[in-house]
């Protein structure tokens, strides 16, 4: 079992859409999860960070932790064509010493269309 | 804003040369790292440093070899490059203070072609 499940899509939605990105974990002593984005020929972006259970808003953007269950979603409100772009879910454990090395899922490649 | 520069975009080689990737930060922080890019399998970390001259292997580090001489800069070497390391390859930092596990940065890749 990988550490890390996501959903590698293609996802498609129209505009405005709500969209639902998830990953699930293995390792319930994971502790911190992030969100990034990635368009093509980049690298990847920061999206949202947090290391506790609930949600996480930043415009658009929010972020959900469930500990119990170990799932992780990013919803997107009112999507946009700019939002086109392969999302990527990223967890790490607590601190264990040199470094912080994080865990990512495959990735989820988004489409808006007009 | 954390600027993480990958010193080409894209490179082709050929079969057997040492390639070197270099990837520079400026936001003095004490972890670097290493991954390739495949599709289908996600982000995979060949290595990481977390101070000056230190360095760990990371999931994937056969064929490989890094260098941290200076803070701000990491370097990967493909010893004898072969054609299964044709990938997009990314550098990305984080800092090393507390609070520990803060999120990596990333540069925009270089795309490596073995022919």
């Known amino acids: 079992q990988k550490e890390v499940e996501q959903d590698p899509g293609p996802l498609s939605v129209p505009e405005g859409a709500i969209v639902s990105l998830n990953c699930t974990y293995s390792?319930?002593?994971?502790?911190?999860f992030m969100w990034y984005r990635q368009y093509s020929r980049k690298g990847p972006e920061l999206l949202m960070y947090?290391?506790?259970?609930g949600n996480k808003e930043d415009g658009r953007f929010t972020a959900q932790v469930d500990k119990s269950s170990k799932y992780i979603s990013l919803f997107i409100r009112d999507s946009q064509p700019s939002d086109s772009a392969t999302y990527l879910c990223a967890i790490t454990p607590p601190h264990e010493g040199g470094g912080n090395k994080l865990t990512f899922g495959t990735g989820t490649q988004l489409k808006v269309e007009l | 804003d954390v600027k993480v520069t990958q010193s080409s975009r894209y490179l082709v080689k050929r079969t057997g040369e040492k390639v070197f990737l270099e990837c520079v930060q400026d936001m003095d922080h004490e972890n670097m790292f290493w991954y390739r890019q495949d599709p289908g399998l996600g982000l995979r970390l060949i290595y990481f440093s977390y101070d000056v001259k230190m360095k760990e292997k990371g999931d994937i580090p056969e064929g490989y070899s890094v260098s941290r001489e200076k803070k701000e800069r990491f370097s990967l070497i493909l010893e004898s490059a072969s054609t299964n390391q044709t990938s997009m390859y990314l550098c990305?930092?984080?800092?090393?203070?507390?609070?520990?596990?803060?999120?990596?940065?990333f540069g925009d890749g270089t795309r490596l072609s073995i022919l």
């Open positions: 390792n319930s002593a994971f502790q911190y």
């Open positions: 947090t290391y506790s259970s």
């Open positions: 990305a930092s984080s800092p090393g203070q507390a609070p520990y596990n803060q999120p990596q940065h």
